[in-house]
């Protein structure tokens, strides 16, 4: 009878763990989120190494590979090249423009 309860209570629990890390439409998965996190951290790495973006001044949020640019750019040029250097990182499904110009 032990077993059987504990066996029952094991597959709760394991059941309970992998529904808390599964996604919804609104709500990544915990391996979306450390995806996204991977690529987030690609682009700002992108934006850094280029000398025509100011990585300080353009925020980078990625959502389930979509990701979403805002923030302050100089001119059009650093904007377009902001765009161009997120979109050709690897993982990378979209990219949302929401930067303006100073």
């Known amino acids: 009878m032990h077993r059987i309860i504990a066996r029952t209570t094991l597959l709760a629990a394991v059941l309970t763990a992998l529904t808390a890390c599964s996604g919804t439409p609104t709500r990544e998965s915990t391996g979306e989120y450390i ?13 850094v190494q280029d000398k025509a973006v100011d990585a300080l001044d353009i925020k980078v949020v990625t959502f389930k590979g979509a990701v979403q640019l ?5 001119d059009k040029q650093e904007m377009e090249r902001a765009v161009q250097l997120a979109r050709n990182v690897k993982g990378v499904t979209s990219v949302k423009n929401d930067i303006r110009l100073k």
């Open 35 to 47: 995806d996204d996190s991977v690529i987030t951290t690609r682009v700002k790495t992108a934006f």
């Open 70 to 74: 805002s923030g302050f750019a100089n």
